[in-house]
């Protein structure tokens, strides 16, 4: 099984400023059909998780574009440009190009 | 607009059954895979199974196989998670989801005596 590292595990951010998150995968997420399932979600407390950011470095509809995804191979970044009040919570990648499709432990961002 | 609504959940004795169903709408369901994912706090977000468009091809994490189904209605764009032999560890909240995109808001399992 591919395995999933994120970090932070917790970052707390002053309002205006960027932030950044790793994820890492324990094998390189290989292309498949010309694309890299690797997704970036944010679960909101009470929520389910709502998709970001999808194959890598896509914003998916909706998505504000202070978000943005980059990486390849077994480094990948979610990055928020400058962090709202509507960012709080907690932000998950997830591989789905072998299965069993695997998720980071979780990065929960707060605000200062 | 699209919606997942997960329901079947619930209170069940280890070693019981119990069978997940998820209505959809908004989207054309019979045209993506559907998978199960649940949560706990202490394990995070687990993928348990998926299912091809068509219901032709099925996937399982380790700790379903053999012991759960997942299985779709195309004519009425619903999917089920048919779980037996259930286990303390299985206790989570189960979400439909549409291939990575689209989560419904959970069902919570809780097995237990």
């Known amino acids: 099984d591919i395995v999933m590292t994120q970090t932070p595990l917790s970052l707390s951010v002053t309002p205006g400023q960027p932030a950044s998150i790793s994820c890492k995968s324990s094998?390189?997420?290989?292309?498949?059909?010309?694309?890299?399932?690797l997704y970036w979600y944010l679960q909101r407390p009470g929520q389910s998780p709502q998709l970001l950011i999808f194959?890598?470095?896509n914003r998916f509809p909706g998505v504000p574009d202070r978000f943005s995804g980059s990486g390849s191979g077994t480094d990948f970044t979610l990055k928020i440009s400058r962090v709202g009040a509507e960012d709080i919570g907690v932000y998950y990648c997830?591989?789905?190009?072998?299965?069993?499709?695997?998720f980071g432990q979780g990065t929960k961002v707060e605000i200062k | 607009e699209v919606q997942l609504v997960e329901s079947g959940g619930g209170l069940v004795q280890p070693g019981g059954s119990l069978r997940l169903s998820c209505a959809t709408s908004?989207?054309?369901?019979?045209?993506?895979?559907m998978s199960w994912i649940r949560q706990t706090p202490e394990k995070g977000l687990e993928w348990v199974a998926n299912?091809?468009?068509?219901?032709?091809?099925?996937h399982y994490v380790d700790s379903a196989k053999g012991r759960f189904t997942i299985s779709r209605d195309n004519t009425k764009n619903s999917l089920f998670l048919h779980m037996n032999s259930l286990r303390a560890d299985d206790t989570a909240v189960y979400y439909c989801?549409?291939?990575?995109?689209?989560w419904g808001r959970g069902t919570l399992v809780t097995v237990s005596t």
């Open positions: 989801c549409s291939t990575a995109t689209f």
């Open positions: 997830m591989q789905s190009a072998q299965v069993p499709w695997t």
């Open positions: 194959e890598v470095s």
């Open positions: 094998q390189s997420i290989l292309p498949r059909d010309g694309k890299t399932y």
């Open positions: 908004g989207f054309p369901f019979s045209n993506f895979w």
């Open positions: 299912i091809k468009p068509d219901g032709s091809e099925e």
